[in-house]
């Protein structure tokens, strides 16, 4: 069973009961689902997950102490930490998983301020840059039950995506690095004959360009080891996968490592043809490193545009 399925199913036969009989005076002011850190959030866990982090539980999101004081809330915590210990073959963890508890009663402030540093959701563009991309995504996944006081439903579609001068710029800095590591320092490693620091630039490649596809789709990149998964989903650039899995998993010799280069400029030419489409890139060239400048100088924002074109990588 999926983790939300899980989720779903036991606030609708334990969760829901008690809020309904116990706490109808607070209903108006909660939120409840599924979402925040954990494969299960994302869609992607397995039979494997469950080995760890997994278990039946929600969360349920309350606004400020001045709208649910501190007793409600002990209340509800109270509460919540009574349901069955065991639902459909699957035990409740007994301690916070590493990271702290991901599911039960939490302030929505405290849940804002552990994945984006401001309690109101409201962001600078500097926080924008700086704030991993996978928070994001931890606060727009998953599934919620009901938002009866709307506060996240807000944030949620607010954050949904990156503002548009930010995701210019990230994407600038990106495509930047895909230039230098891909299409310059790659060849460059393999004539010193350094296949290890080659390598390395594949590395380096395959991480700024999935970083790019995110972005070329208005979408959030989760956790490293979720990104090939979320990757495949994606409407446009998704075959890049299997690309990207060929660069990472072969040696760097003989005629694999010319076949290597040819996939990297094969991948580059995709990002470029996306690029255009999106009238992103001014640029007529095959040279990543050229559309890079293009698309930082089309960023109205005068501020943003003369930052580093890395300040947002």
């Given at each position: 069973?999926?983790?939300?399925?899980l989720?779903?199913?036991?606030?609708?036969?334990?969760?829901?009961?008690?809020?309904?009989?116990?706490?109808?005076?607070?209903?108006?002011?909660?939120?409840?689902?599924?979402?925040?850190?954990?494969?299960?959030c994302?869609?992607?866990?397995?039979?494997?997950?469950?080995d760890h982090?997994?278990?039946?539980?929600?969360?349920i999101?309350?606004?400020g102490?001045?709208?649910?004081?501190?007793?409600?809330?002990?209340?509800?915590?109270?509460?919540?930490?009574?349901?069955?210990?065991?639902?459909m073959?699957?035990?409740?963890?007994?301690?916070?998983?590493v990271?702290?508890?991901?599911?039960?009663?939490m302030?929505?402030s405290?849940?804002?301020?552990?994945?984006?540093?401001?309690?109101d959701g409201?962001?600078?563009?500097?926080q924008?840059?700086?704030?991993?991309e996978?928070?994001?995504?931890?606060?727009?996944?998953?599934?919620l039950?009901?938002?009866?006081?709307?506060?996240?439903?807000?944030?949620?579609?607010?954050?949904q995506?990156?503002?548009?001068?930010?995701r210019?710029?990230?994407?600038?800095g990106?495509?930047?690095?895909?230039?230098q590591?891909?299409?310059?320092?790659y060849?460059?490693?393999?004539?010193?004959?350094?296949?290890?620091?080659?390598?390395?630039a594949?590395?380096e490649?395959?991480?700024?360009?999935?970083?790019?596809?995110?972005?070329?789709?208005?979408?959030?990149?989760?956790?490293?080891?979720?990104?090939?998964?979320?990757?495949?989903?994606?409407?446009?650039?998704?075959?890049?996968?299997?690309l990207?899995?060929?660069l990472?998993?072969?040696?760097?010799?003989?005629?694999?490592?010319?076949?290597?280069?040819?996939?990297?400029?094969?991948?580059?030419?995709?990002v470029?043809?996306?690029?255009?489409?999106?009238?992103?890139?001014?640029?007529?060239?095959?040279?990543?490193?050229?559309?890079?400048?293009?698309?930082?100088d089309?960023?109205e924002?005068?501020e943003?545009?003369?930052?580093?074109?890395?300040?947002a990588?």
């Amino acid at each position: 069973m999926k983790g939300i399925e899980l989720s779903k199913a036991y606030y609708e036969q334990c969760g829901k009961p008690v809020l309904e009989e116990q706490f109808a005076d607070l209903l108006p002011y909660l939120a409840v689902g599924c979402i925040g850190s954990g494969s299960e959030c994302f869609g992607f866990d397995d039979d494997i997950s469950a080995d760890h982090d997994f278990e039946p539980g929600f969360c349920i999101f309350l606004p400020g102490e001045e709208v649910v004081d501190r007793k409600q809330a002990f209340a509800l915590e109270r509460a919540y930490a009574k349901l069955p210990k065991e639902f459909m073959g699957y035990r409740r963890a007994m301690l916070s998983p590493v990271g702290g508890a991901r599911h039960g009663v939490m302030r929505l402030s405290e849940f804002l301020e552990e994945k984006l540093g401001a309690a109101d959701g409201v962001l600078t563009p500097q926080q924008y840059f700086t704030i991993p991309e996978q928070s994001f995504a931890e606060i727009t996944n998953g599934v919620l039950f009901f938002d009866n006081y709307g506060a996240l439903t807000q944030i949620r579609s607010e954050l949904q995506t990156f503002p548009e001068e930010i995701r210019l710029k990230k994407i600038a800095g990106n495509l930047l690095l895909m230039a230098q590591a891909g299409q310059y320092n790659y060849a460059r490693c393999l004539a010193h004959g350094e296949q290890a620091a080659a390598q390395l630039a594949v590395f380096e490649f395959v991480k700024s360009a999935m970083h790019v596809i995110f972005l070329l789709n208005n979408a959030y990149e989760p956790y490293y080891k979720w990104s090939f998964c979320a990757l495949r989903t994606l409407p446009k650039l998704a075959i890049e996968a299997e690309l990207f899995e060929y660069l990472l998993t072969t040696p760097n010799e003989g005629d694999t490592a010319e076949q290597k280069h040819d996939v990297i400029e094969g991948i580059c030419a995709d990002v470029i043809d996306e690029l255009v489409d999106q009238a992103l890139t001014k640029a007529i060239c095959g040279d990543l490193e050229k559309h890079a400048y293009s698309v930082n100088d089309g960023i109205e924002d005068a501020e943003i545009r003369n930052m580093h074109i890395l300040a947002a990588v």
